[in-house]
Nanobody, 126 residues
Framework: QVQLVESGGGLVQAGGSLRVSCAVSGRTFINYKMGWFRQAPGKEREFVAAITRSGGSTYYADSVKGRFTISRDNAKNTVYLQMNSLKPEDTAVYYC???????????????????WGQGTQVTVSA
């Protein structure tokens, strides 16, 4: 059974940095396309970033482009989201997502992903 476990969330001041991680267990990690989504209170879950199996291509929401970096370590079965220059509007629960899909997908669409972690809270104070 595949499990996604996020860690690294917390409280940080505006302008600060934080790195969240997602460890994947249960199947060969390199077979998964990975994404990060976030959900703020009262809002829809939204796309943040995604990365292909090899890590050769990455995708970002406009709101985080230039501030956030997604990466993966296939030897450690882990995907990371490095968040810099954080803003109060980045406050949300951050979710890791994975799909085993072989065909092309829309990386920004949450419906493309089959597996989800439990989420980790990121709070940015003004």
């Amino acid at each position: 059974q595949v499990q996604l476990v996020e860690s690294g969330g917390g409280l940080v001041q505006a302008g600060g940095s934080l790195r969240v991680s997602c460890a994947v267990s249960g199947r060969t990690f390199i077979n998964y396309k990975m994404g990060w989504f976030r959900q703020a209170p009262g809002k829809e879950r939204e796309f943040v970033a995604a990365i292909t199996r090899s890590g050769g291509s990455t995708y970002y929401a406009d709101s985080v482009k230039g501030r956030f970096t997604i990466s993966r370590d296939n030897a450690k079965n882990t995907v990371y989201l490095q968040m810099n220059s954080l803003k109060p509007e980045d406050t949300a629960v951050y979710y890791c997502a994975a799909t085993f899909s072989i065909g092309s997908i829309s990386y920004t669409d949450r419906q493309s992903y089959d597996l989800w972690g439990q989420g980790t809270q990121v709070t940015v104070s003004a």
